[in-house]
Each structure stands twice: as C-alpha cells, then as structure tokens.
T-cell receptor, first 114, second 113 residues
Framework: EAGVTQSPTHLIKTRGQQATLRCSPI?????VYWYQQALGLGLQFLLW???????NRGNFPPRFSGRQFPNYSSELNVNALELEDSALYLC?????????????FGPGTRLTVL | GEDVEQSLFLSVREGDSSVINCTYT??????LYWYKQEPGAGLQLLTY?????DMKQDQRLTVLLNKKDKHLSLRIADTQTGDSAIYFC?????????????FGGGTRLMVKP
C-alpha cells in the first residue's frame, strides 16, 4: 500500500512569490494535516482538513491557506513568501476525524525562499 | 498551552540499550507517539501508547508511560547504527486541540560502532 506522497520534493522561490505544495493521503484516509518544520522552531501544526473542510488551524498568518479535494488530496498555498517561510513542510494523513487517530507522514517538501 | 520537552542529544555504543525521555504538560493527553526522522526524510511512526496504558513492547522498542509524572520514555534494545536519527515524541488531545500533534524538540541519537 502506498504511503503519503508529496510534491515537489524541493521548491525554490523568491520573496513575495507564491508557493503551492501538494499531498496525496494514504488510500482510505480522509484527514490531511500540514506541519511546518523550520530550523530552530521544531515541528508546528499548520492546518487540518477532513472531508473537504478545514477543521483546525495553527498559529500561522492567513497567507498560509489550503484546500482538500474530493479525492482527499490536498494543497497548501503560501502567498507573499517571506525568508522565514523556508522550511520542510510535512503532510500527514489519518483515517478518522473527531477522535485521535494515528497520523502517517509523507517525505516532505523542502521550500527555500531566497 | 501544551508543552512537550526532550533532551537534545544521546550517544550510545552499538549493541547497548538507548533510552530517550520525554515530558509533557497536558494531563488530558490521550495518545502519545514516537516518530523517527532520518536526515532529509519525513517522520516515520515507530510506536504509540494510549494514556490508559503503562507499557507497550514492540520488538526492540519498549514504551513506558508514567501518567502521574507526565513522563514518557522509549527504550531501544540492541541499538544499531541504523537507529541513528532524530526521535520525536508527540502528544494529542483531540478534545482540546482538534487532532493536532504537539511535538517535542527531538532527541538526536548517535550510535557509535
């Protein structure tokens, strides 16, 4: 069974541009989560989508947004990129919403903002 | 808010046991997890424990949970060089935090041959 997949592996952008990151969950999983792993800041929760709806949001500005498609894949969009947005962005999926369920992670997208 | 803390670094010799420790503050945490991250990679789920359990064993891995002290540990028996990685503990409280995992800062395990 395929795990969580993310694309692209690496993304290089300049300040002020927009970045789009993509995630495909494990087959049968309806929840997708996004986390940011920035140097010195650890792993921080960004967004949770389930059944196409945003269920929870971390302490990030509105220029971080996303969506979940009918096939449960997800996009993370980061507008007006800033240097401090450089990080590894990890996507995870799980099979239940509303209760805690084990989150399985993808390999991540490394975003570099120049 | 909730906080999860880990020591930064652990060095052991190949064949020895490794014990990685974690403390957390949310007494309502329901699930506690251990993830492994190798250089340049995502997070690999190693094991997890429900808050109503004291211990869980899975091959070379043993998780101990002391709810009174809010202390979680991961013991790796017969540590191998392939175990060198960063280990993260994480907790979740779906009733308060909407399914978000709260991670510790990670413990870098170095295994010397």
């Amino acid at each position: 069974e395929a795990g969580v997949t993310q694309s692209p592996t690496h993304l290089i952008k300049t300040r002020g541009q927009q970045a789009t990151l993509r995630c495909s969950p494990i087959s049968g999983h309806t929840s997708v989560y996004w986390y940011q792993q920035a140097l010195g800041l650890g792993l921080q929760f960004l967004l949770w989508y389930d059944e196409g709806e945003e269920r929870n949001r971390g302490n990030f500005p509105p220029r971080f947004s996303g969506r979940q498609f009918p096939n449960y894949s997800s996009e993370l969009n980061v507008n007006a990129l800033e240097l401090e947005d450089s990080a590894l962005y990890l996507c995870a999926s799980s099979s239940l919403a509303g209760g805690a369920d084990t989150q399985y992670f993808g390999p991540g997208t490394r975003l570099t903002v120049l | 808010g909730e906080d999860v803390e880990q020591s930064l670094f652990l060095s052991v010799r190949e064949g020895d046991s490794s014990v990685i420790n974690c403390t957390y503050t949310d007494s309502s945490s329901t699930y506690l997890y251990w993830y492994k991250q190798e250089p340049g990679a995502g997070l690999q789920l190693l094991t997890y424990i429900f808050s109503n359990m004291d211990m869980k064993q899975d091959q070379r891995l043993t998780v101990l949970l002391n709810k009174k002290d809010k202390h979680l540990s991961l013991r790796i028996a017969d540590t191998q060089t392939g175990d060198s990685a960063i280990y993260f503990c994480a907790e979740i409280n779906p009733y308060n935090a909407g399914n978000m995992l709260t991670f510790g800062g990670g413990t870098r395990l170095m295994v010397k041959p």
